[in-house]
T-cell receptor
Framework: DARVTQTPRHKVTEMGQEVTMRCQPI?????VFWYRQTMMQGLELLAY????????DSGMPKDRFSAEMPDATLATLKIQPSEPRDSAVYFC??????????????FGPGTRLTVT | KNQVEQSPQSLIILEGKNCTLQ??????????LRWYKQDTGRGPVSLTI?????NTKSNGRYTATLDADTKQSSLHITASQLSDSASYIC???????????FGTGTRLQVFP
C-alpha cells in the first residue's frame, strides 16, 4: 500500500531553533508539494517540485524557510530560525503528473510543529 | 482574488441521515474542482475530482455536483455513518497550474 511518509510526526521546539521536516513521496511520483495548515488560514501551498526541480516557492517566507529535494525519495522543509507563528501542521503531498492529465495528490500524515 | 468558500462551517447530523455541503468559488479560470475528506490528525484524502466540463461525480455514498456557470459545487452524503465524521474540504485547481486553492472546510459530526 503506497503512501507518503513524513517525519517527525510531532515536533516541539523553542523559538530560534532550526527545524527540519522530511517527506518520502510515493515511489515513482514526479511532483512533490509542501503545505501548511492552521486553524486561521486553512491549507496553504508553500512550495512544490517537479522531477526534483523547484517550480514555485512563492508561498514560503523566504528569509527563514527553505525546501529541497536532495533525491527523488526525499524532500525536506527547513525553518531557521523558527518562530511561534510557524506553529502549524505541515503536510507533504505527491502526485504523478502526465501531460495534460488531471492527477491526484496524495497527502502524508503531516508534521505537527509547535514553537514555544 | 481567487477564493473558495464553504458552508456551513459545521454540521451535526444523526447516523443514517443525508446531508449536503456547499462550496462557492471565485477561481477563474480553473482546471478542476476536488472534494477532500480529512479525519482528525490525518492528511486529506481525495473523494472526487471533476473537470470544468463535468457536472456530477460519485464515489460510493458521496456525490459531488458542479455548476461552472454559477461557480458552485455541492457534496451530498447519503445514509451517513459514524465514520463520515470529518472535515470536508472543497479545492479548486487554478487553470494551467498545479496550484490548489483550498476552502476552509465544513466540519461534519455524525452522532448515533
Amino acid at each position: 500500500d503506497a503512501r507518503v511518509t513524513q517525519t517527525p510526526r510531532h515536533k516541539v521546539t523553542e523559538m530560534g531553533q532550526e527545524v527540519t521536516m522530511r517527506c518520502q513521496p510515493i515511489l515513482g511520483h514526479n511532483t512533490v508539494f509542501w503545505y501548511r495548515q492552521t486553524m486561521m488560514q486553512g491549507l496553504e501551498l508553500l512550495a512544490y517540485f517537479r522531477n526534483r526541480a523547484p517550480l514555485d516557492d512563492s508561498g514560503m517566507p523566504k528569509d527563514r524557510f527553505s525546501a529541497e529535494m536532495p533525491d527523488a525519495t526525499l524532500a525536506t522543509l527547513k525553518i531557521q530560525p523558527s518562530e511561534p507563528r510557524d506553529s502549524a501542521v505541515y503536510f507533504c503531498a505527491s502526485g504523478l503528473v502526465r501531460l495534460a492529465e488531471t492527477y491526484e495528490q496524495y497527502f502524508g500524515p503531516g508534521t505537527r510543529l509547535t514553537v514555544t | 482574488k481567487n477564493q473558495v468558500e464553504q458552508s456551513p462551517q459545521s454540521l451535526i447530523i444523526l447516523e443514517g441521515k443525508n446531508c449536503t455541503l456547499q462550496c462557492n468559488y471565485t477561481v477563474s479560470p480553473f482546471s478542476n474542482l476536488r472534494w477532500y475528506k480529512q479525519d482528525t490528525g490525518r492528511g486529506p484524502v481525495s473523494l472526487t475530482i471533476m473537470t470544468f466540463s463535468e457536472n456530477t461525480k460519485s464515489n460510493g455514498r458521496y456525490t459531488a455536483t458542479l455548476d461552472a456557470d454559477t461557480k458552485q459545487s455541492s457534496l451530498h452524503i447519503t445514509a451517513s455513518q459514524l465514520s463520515d465524521s470529518a472535515s470536508y474540504i472543497c479545492v479548486v485547481t487554478l487553470y494551467n497550474t498545479d496550484k490548489l486553492i483550498f476552502g476552509t472546510g465544513t466540519r461534519l459530526q455524525v452522532f448515533p
